[in-house]
């Protein structure tokens, strides 16, 4: 992007409003830009939470702020969405939540209430689902692994994605030392290329260069004892659908080359990566994308602390930089992106995706993590104070740090919901929002700032009043979170609505014994059924 020189436009350079008949409270402030707003996406179980701030008041009253509110059955609702674009392509296949993205118990064991498998990226996850009702068939080992991790994947029978020919030697030597059962190996591949010059694959880290399979290959027939290939994997960190079609339809020409070796595998896992939808409108980001590249131009007042530009920088009045955040608003995310994807069409044999994997009889295995907890829960956090600053800043202080909902480190810009303090006004005059405010936190750090960004609320918050982080369970409440300073990391609670009120328990008192609605469970049990065959 490039800028057309254009002079500075001083900031609030409108005419002021002419009303004489309007009575206006006396106003010496100057003219206030039309607020920037973000506002999240709520479907109706997460909006209708943030609604009842007569539930969630005496909650952080009781166990403290920051409190991070958990909505099991959303995640069981996310499952069957995924269920049913297999449904539509005639896939089958297991559904694996990618474990890393919240440590909650309560939603791992709605999830063993359900067909759902799990990914887990170390020895404590394997432990934490294998504890909570996730047998081993149903779970897949990922990410780097040290000796412990694997000796109890292999000890239990649970499946291993291996990161590389290394990570099969130790394996398979583990398994031999001390008379383990074989153990169902995916290797992960990595390093997807596309006909032509571009490469369209990112360079990664993790798995085996798809390249090097014939060396791969060549590995697994020595380790045959003590290994069975069952399928390959690949994980991609990205939106692009023609990346990942790139690397899915390499994937299923390695399957045939695996089969042309003899080996039988049968699953592709095509990772996580399917994204979210935060923001509930679309031209509020179109929006606030603009007004934030012209605050870095210096063509406006500033939108974020201290003119940071979230990637972007002005050089003498020219715009570099690339814009570093999560594309908020993305409408084709989650269980949609996945049913795109399938019906995309393989790059270079032409037909949809879908219909390859039909025709060669292989298995899809997904590891969703950020889409399957779409909507699963919110961030809470207590206004401790609202100040103005010398400069004439706004701050809104929390009983929470940025740690607490790492929405900011993630790169994703979402308004809090304001949760006014129920009862009737305070003394207090409710201004409006002002020119918005910076929220930051309770470590005596200046870094800790909640966001960088300048927050428009549509009211200016009071002490007492919850901000409600909304559309957080996925990596913000609790992947970061710590104990600096010997601040309370947040608890955890799992809720739902029965008979027309709200219930809660503490995350780890949560069993899906009573807590789960019929629906919930019917759904639960069809799918289950579905894929008794193809276990069995
Ligand atoms: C992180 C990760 C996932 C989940 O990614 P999301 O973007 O949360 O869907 C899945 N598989 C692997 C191997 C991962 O590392």
Redesign the pocket.
Known sequence: MRSSPLHPEPPHSEPPHSEPHHPEPPHTEPHHPEPLRLEPRLEPRLRTLLEAGDFLHPLVDALGSPLNVLLPEQLADNLARFRAVYREHHLAGPIHF?H??NRSRALVRRLAATEAGL?V?SLAELQHVLGDGITPERVIA??PKNRAFLWLAARTGVAV?LDSTAELDELADLVRKNALPRVRVLPRLSGFRAQGVTVLSRPSRFGTDVGALDGLLDALERHRDAVELTGLAY?L?TVDLNEKAVALEACIQAMNECHRRGFHPRTIDI????GVDYLADGAQWQRYTTELTKSVLGHRDPLTWQGHGYGLRNEAGTLRGTLGLYPAHRPLAAAAYLDALLRHPAPTLGRPLATLLLENLYDLAV?????LVDQCGAALARVLEVRRTPDGDTLVRLEMNARDVSLEEHGVLMDPVLVPRPGPPSAREAPAAPDGVHLIGNLCLEADLITRRKVFLPRLPAPGDLLAFANTA??FMDFSADRALQQPVARKVAVHRQDGAWHWRLDEQYWPIDATAPDGNATAIATAEEQGERQA
């Open positions: 990618a890393k993205a990914d990226a990922t990410g994605s994980h960190d990772g996580g990566g399917f590891e969703p993590g950020r889409a996925g990596y």
